[in-house]
Nanobody, 123 residues
């Protein structure tokens, strides 16, 4: 399974950005998709997860209400809509796939990872 994240870039504080994560390769069903992020000098941090069907979601408390995770099943693509961005949201954002289908903030539960896309929020 290959995951390709895109959509990062420079955004002004208060602005919005949408990240995409396209999955390709071996067909897998009943999996979970997740977004993590990693700021310079910090550990990788859970952002949001979504079930394969797109129905169940799970958010980090600090980002719920500003970030929305969604899926387009037909396109096999997962999105992260980020609104009201703050400079502290600056990070490399990674998408990952968990074949267990469990929505969890434990990064060890995710089998496949994309390379990440950098989001920089300027003040």
């Amino acid at each position: 399974v290959q995951l390709q994240a895109s959509g990062g870039g420079l955004v002004q504080a208060g602005g919005s950005s949408r990240l995409s994560c396209a999955a390709s390769g071996r067909a897998i069903s009943n999996y979970a998709m997740v977004w993590f992020r990693q700021a310079p000098g910090k550990e990788r941090e859970f952002v949001a997860a979504i079930a394969w069907t797109g129905v169940g979601t799970y958010y980090s408390g600090s980002m719920k209400g500003r970030f929305t995770i969604s899926r387009d099943i037909a396109k096999n693509t997962t999105y992260l809509q980020m609104n009201s961005l703050k400079p502290e949201d600056t990070a490399v954002y990674y998408c990952a796939l968990g074949s267990t289908g469990i929505l969890t903030r434990d990064l060890n539960q995710y089998d496949y990872w994309g390379k990440g896309t950098l989001v920089t929020v300027s003040s």
